[in-house]
C-alpha cells in the first residue's frame, strides 16, 4: 500500500505560493501574536497525529510482510485492516485541525516545522508575516512570493 501524502506536507487550506487568498484576513502583528498559544496548541496535536500515523504505517509494513496466505489473502488482514481505520481516523482528526487554523486566516505553510504565515500589509505592501513554532514570538516577514528564504525582520513600530 502506498502511504498517503501527510495532512499539513502541503495545507489545502492554503493558496499555493504567490496566489493571493481573498478570504484571508489581514493581521495586524499584535492580532497575529494573539493566536500563537492557539497555533502552538493545535500545531503540536496536528503533528502528534502524524506521527502516530507514521507509526501506524511502520505497523501496517510488519503485517504485510508475515505474507499472505495461498489465496492471497493477508495473513493478517483483520488487524491490517483495523490499522488503516486508526490510519484514517488520525488523519481526519489533522485534517479537521488543520481547517481549523485556516479558519483563523492562519496559513500552514509546513506542519513539521510548525510554519505559519500571516496575511498582513508591512510598509503599505502586501506581506506575510512569518512565525514557526520553535520561535517566541512573530519577529519575520517576506513578500507574497519570496516565501521562507525570504524572510526579513519586521521593521520597528509595525503595528
Not at 95 to 123: N, T
Request: glycine residues 6%; proline residues 11%.
Amino acid at each position: 500500500m502506498p502511504v498517503p501524502p501527510w495532512p499539513g506536507d502541503r495545507s489545502s487550506a492554503s493558496p499555493a505560493p504567490g496566489e493571493p487568498n481573498p478570504t484571508s484576513p489581514v493581521f495586524t502583528l499584535a492580532a497575529a501574536t494573539r493566536l500563537l498559544p492557539y497555533l502552538r496548541t493545535t500545531l503540536a496535536a496536528a503533528q502528534t497525529h502524524v506521527s502516530e500515523m507514521r507509526a501506524l504505517v511502520r505497523a501496517m509494513r510488519r503485517m504485510e510482510a508475515v505474507g499472505r496466505t495461498p489465496a492471497g489473502t493477508l495473513i493478517l488482514a483483520a488487524d491490517h485492516a483495523a490499522v488503516q481505520r486508526h490510519i484514517a481516523e488520525h488523519r481526519a482528526e489533522c485534517e479537521l485541525l488543520l481547517q481549523q487554523i485556516a479558519v483563523h486566516g492562519c496559513q500552514v505553510k509546513d506542519l513539521a516545522a510548525g510554519l505559519c504565515d500571516f496575511p498582513a500589509v508591512i510598509q503599505g505592501r502586501p506581506a506575510l508575516l512569518c512565525w514557526r513554532m520553535d520561535e517566541q514570538s512573530i519577529a519575520y516577514y517576506h513578500g507574497e512570493s519570496d516565501g521562507y528564504t525570504g524572510r526579513k525582520p519586521i521593521p520597528p513600530g509595525t503595528p
